[in-house]
Antibody
Framework: QVQLVQSGAEVKRPGASVKVSCKAS????????IHWVRQAPGQGLEWMGW????????NYAQRSQGRVTMTGDTSISTAHMEMSRLRYDDTAIYYC??????????????WGQGTLVTVSS | DIQMTQSPSSLSASVGDRVTITCQAS??????LNWYQQKPGKAPKFLIY???NLETGVPSRFSGSGSGTDFTFTISSLQAEDIATYYC?????????FGGGTKVEMK
């Protein structure tokens, strides 16, 4: 069965960096984009961007550009999202999600359990 | 960016009630809309794609309709396990954008 298992919670100082991992299993990792979505406490879902494991391509939301880097390692079926220069308002749960695309349909069908990143001094 | 506006932001209903949520896009997105359910403390769960197609395994009491800019999500007979926040999401263009969510509570 498809599973996305994310790395554990992180507490970081403002200005630091954080790297969140997302290990995929149950399908061919290279065949599906990985999207990253975050959710601030008590708030809605915010799309951050996608990573294409097949060729390493990326597409970032404008708000993510310059501070977020999405990468992956196909040998261990793992995607990573690194955010630099952390601010207090980056405190959120970060989710990875697998994208499914067929015949014009496109959706995020499997999600990781989420990783809480807390930015605190 | 395409803005997605959901209403209401919250609602209270009883078991067996019909629940309807609307989602409006800021521009024509055809049928390029998905719905997700998020229970407290859990990751979102994918329910409906292309505005009206149920994901395999999703109970038939859930349904969706609409095209263009106006969409509807319906629970035909609310069950206790349906207590959650529901989000619409467009994929007509990047960036992907979500509605603000509708929190469904039990009366």
């Amino acid at each position: 069965q498809v599973q996305l298992v994310q790395s554990g919670a992180e507490v970081k100082r403002p200005g630091a960096s954080v790297k969140v991992s997302c290990k995929a299993s149950g399908y061919t990792f290279r065949n599906h984009y990985i999207h990253w979505v975050r959710q601030a406490p008590g708030q809605g879902l915010e799309w951050m961007g996608w990573f294409n494991p097949y060729n390493g391509g990326t597409n970032y939301a404008q708000r993510s550009q310059g501070r977020v880097t999405m990468t992956g390692d196909t040998s261990i079926s793992t995607a990573h999202m690194e955010m630099s220069r952390l601010r207090y308002d980056d405190t959120a749960i970060y989710y990875c999600a697998r994208a499914f695309w067929v015949s014009g349909s496109y959706y995020l069908d499997y999600w990781g359990q989420g990783t809480l990143v807390t930015v605190s001094s | 960016d395409i803005q997605m506006t959901q209403s209401p932001s919250s609602l209270s209903a009883s078991v067996g009630d019909r629940v309807t949520i609307t989602c409006q896009a800021s521009q024509d997105i055809k049928k390029n809309l998905n719905w997700y359910q998020q229970k407290p403390g859990k990751a979102p769960k994918f329910l409906i794609y292309d505005a009206s197609n149920l994901e395999t395994g999703v109970p038939s009491r859930f349904s969706g309709s609409g095209s263009g800019t106006d969409f509807t999500f319906t629970i035909s007979s609310l069950q206790a396990e349906d207590i959650a926040t529901y989000y619409c999401q467009q994929y007509d263009d990047l960036p992907l954008t979500f509605g603000g969510g509708t929190k469904v509570e039990m009366k």
